[in-house]
Every structure is written in structure tokens, then in C-alpha cells.
């Protein structure tokens, strides 16, 4: 099997319109999108977050969501009418359930957005063959998030308040991942798939 790989600066519409091109390109076309680009950035409070970390934050979250899948959408369109079928996944956030810990104010407001924008998408791509959905992933230990962002004594705090009695595993994500984006026909979309180990409901 043949691969690439690419890097782009998704903050920006010029990068992520040519990132796609590239992927189209490669691949004759495209049926999957999986919107994973994001990031916590810096814990801030309120009072902390001035209004360039806050613009910041929401456009690495949500503005890379909105710009990859805006340059993505006409090609998973053409995909569904000859395929049946095309699926967007976007990576939200427990955060975005529930809110986050101290100092994630803006990422919980984002990964919240990212909900918003998935139910209302699927709304809009669901009469031309596009399913979109969501994963809300909580506490996944080996990942750069955590590694940079959560400390040992908040793992500990955290993992004690999960009913599974661990945390995740990138491997628990992108199995999640791979379900929703491999229903082209399916009947999901709109929804929000929470990889918590039970924290969210509970």
C-alpha cells in the first residue's frame, strides 16, 4: 500500500485548501475525513486568556475543523453519489461534554463548538450522502496532549473517578474512529461517541 505523508499550518484556508488538494490528489479522490488537529495550548483562566490566546485556541479547534472540512466537502459529496456514502469525523473532547480542569476554559469552549458544529453539519451534508460525527475522548494516557499538559498527580485524581478504573489508549480512540468513518451507509450521524471509561454520565 501506498502512503504520504504532509504537514500544513490549518490555522490558515490558503494551507488547508492545498493539504486536501494534495490528499485528493494522491488518493483520486476522497471519502473520509478525520478532523484531529487540536490542542489545549496553555492552561489559562479567565482572567489569564487575553483575547489573542483565546482567538488563538478557538481557531487551532474549531477553525481547523471548519477550514479542512470546508475545502474537503466537495469531494466527500462527489464520493457519496458514487460510493453510497462519505463520513467526517471530528475529535472533540470530554472537556467539551463537561467542561475541563482549572486553566482549560478556552479548549472546553472550543471542543464544545466542535459538538455544535458536528450536529449542525450532519444536518446540512445528510440529504447529499455525508455522514458526520463526533468522538469526545477523556483521559488517554500516552498521548503529547497529556504527556504535555496533565500532571502525574492529576492522572492519579482523574483515573480515581473513573468507573473503568484506568485510562485510555490512542488505540481505544481510533478504533472509535475507524466505526464511524467506515459506515459510509450507515444510519449515525449527528452523534457523539464519549471514550471515557464511564466518567461522562456517570
Known amino acids: 500500500m501506498n502512503s504520504i505523508g504532509a504537514s500544513a499550518d490549518l490555522t490558515t484556508s490558503e494551507a488547508s485548501n492545498a493539504l486536501v488538494s494534495q490528499a485528493v490528489t494522491f488518493l483520486g479522490g476522497l471519502d473520509v475525513l478525520i ?23 478557538i ?13 474537503a466537502a466537495p469531494h466527500l459529496i462527489a464520493a457519496a453519489q458514487t460510493a453510497g456514502g462519505a463520513s467526517i469525523v471530528n475529535l472533540s473532547s470530554l472537556a467539551g461534554r463537561k467542561g475541563g480542569h482549572g486553566g482549560s476554559l478556552a479548549y472546553s469552549t472550543a471542543k464544545g463548538a466542535v ?7 450532519a444536518s446540512e451534508l445528510g440529504p447529499q450522502g455525508v455522514r458526520v460525527n463526533a468522538l469526545a475522548p477523556g483521559l488517554i494516557l500516552g ?46 450521524t449527528g452523534a457523539t461517541l464519549d471514550i471515557n471509561g464511564g466518567v461522562y454520565g456517570s
Not at 459538538?115 to 453539519?121: A, N, P, Q, V, Y
Not at 497529556?146 to 480515581?160: L, Q
Not at 478504533?175 to 464511524?180: D, I, K
Open 115 to 121: 459538538l455544535t458544529f458536528t450536529r449542525s453539519l
Open 59 to 71: 481557531s487551532l479547534n474549531v477553525g481547523s475543523v471548519r477550514r479542512v472540512t470546508r475545502a
Open 35 to 57: 478532523n484531529n488537529a487540536g490542542s489545549l495550548i496553555g492552561r489559562r483562566t479567565l482572567m489569564e486568556a487575553d483575547d489573542r490566546f483565546w482567538s488563538d485556541v
Open 143 to 188: 498521548t503529547s496532549f497529556h504527556t504535555t499538559h496533565t500532571t502525574a498527580e492529576a492522572v492519579r485524581a482523574t483515573v480515581a473517578g473513573i468507573p473503568l478504573g484506568r485510562g485510555g489508549s490512542a488505540d481505544d480512540v481510533a478504533r472509535a474512529a475507524v466505526f464511524l468513518a467506515g459506515e459510509f451507509d450507515g444510519f449515525i
